[in-house]
């Protein structure tokens, strides 16, 4: 199957810094990206969608401002977590998909844990 | 607001039993379907999908699904579990949202199976 790689897998920052995790699509080209937060023992919230050159479109209650993605190319896809707190610290989870329709499968990175100090 | 309903959080199992995780959705309109697997250490997978036709779906490692249109329900069986199992399962809607579709998540199930 199609692989999707996360960078980092661990990041531990101080409060006020600011994060950035790359998601990338190894072995095809990602239409949509998608980003979602995990927190303990519960399920996968989705924080927003990102097609490749256009603006992401976030889930209600995610700040934009907060958690900047860009979508530069087929195959990257970043998360930046500005001014971070430690509130934001969490497990973050990107997929890829190879195009818009339902059909296409979403394929998972392993996910990256940020935690803030 | 839609929503995925897993009823069980933890189940435990010896190995040899069979399995059946539930799984509720709230959404009126047409839906895909969808279980992942979540091995320890490892990233989400897909186990199998409904979108259409058959409602009874068979995925890899023996795993199946039944779509209940009525009940709103896509209920995960495998008639005889193994130890390597041991995962956590997500149950997940497919849902068409602002010209895109979207996945929601049930809170997801962790299976432990013992040898």
């Known amino acids: 199957g199609a692989v999707v790689s996360q960078h980092p897998s661990r990041v531990i920052c101080k409060s006020g810094t600011s994060v950035k995790i790359e998601c990338r699509s190894l072995?095809?080209?990602?239409?949509?990206m998608f980003w979602y937060r995990q927190f303990p023992k519960k399920s996968l919230m989705l924080m927003a969608t990102?097609?490749?050159?256009?603006?992401?479109?976030?889930e209600q209650g995610v700040e934009k401002d907060k958690f900047l993605i860009n979508h530069a190319s087929l195959t990257l896809s970043t998360l930046t977590v500005t001014s971070a707190h430690p509130e934001d610290s969490s497990f973050y989870i990107c997929?890829?998909?190879?195009?818009?329709?339902?059909?296409?499968?979403?394929?998972f990175g392993p996910g990256t844990r940020l935690t803030v100090t | 607001a839609q929503s995925v309903s897993q009823h069980n959080h933890h189940v435990i199992l010896s190995e040899a039993a069979s399995l059946e995780l539930g799984c509720n959705y709230s959404?009126?309109?047409?839906?895909?379907l969808f279980w992942y697997v979540q091995y320890p250490g490892q990233h989400l997978q897909l186990l199998l999908k409904?979108?259409?036709?058959?409602?009874l779906v068979k995925g890899i490692k023996g795993f199946e699904a039944e779509f209940i249109k009525s009940k709103f329900s896509f209920n995960l069986r495998k008639p005889s579990v193994q130890w390597s199992d041991t995962a956590e399962y997500f149950c997940a809607v497919s849902l068409v949202s602002g010209g895109y579709n979207k996945l929601i998540f049930g809170a997801g199930t962790r299976l432990a199976v013992h040898p």
């Open positions: 409904y979108f259409s036709g058959d409602p």
């Open positions: 990102s097609n490749e050159g256009s603006k992401a479109t976030y």
């Open positions: 072995d095809f080209q990602a239409t949509t």
């Open positions: 959404y009126g309109g047409t839906v895909n």
């Open positions: 997929s890829a998909k190879g195009g818009l329709a339902a059909t296409y499968e979403q394929y």
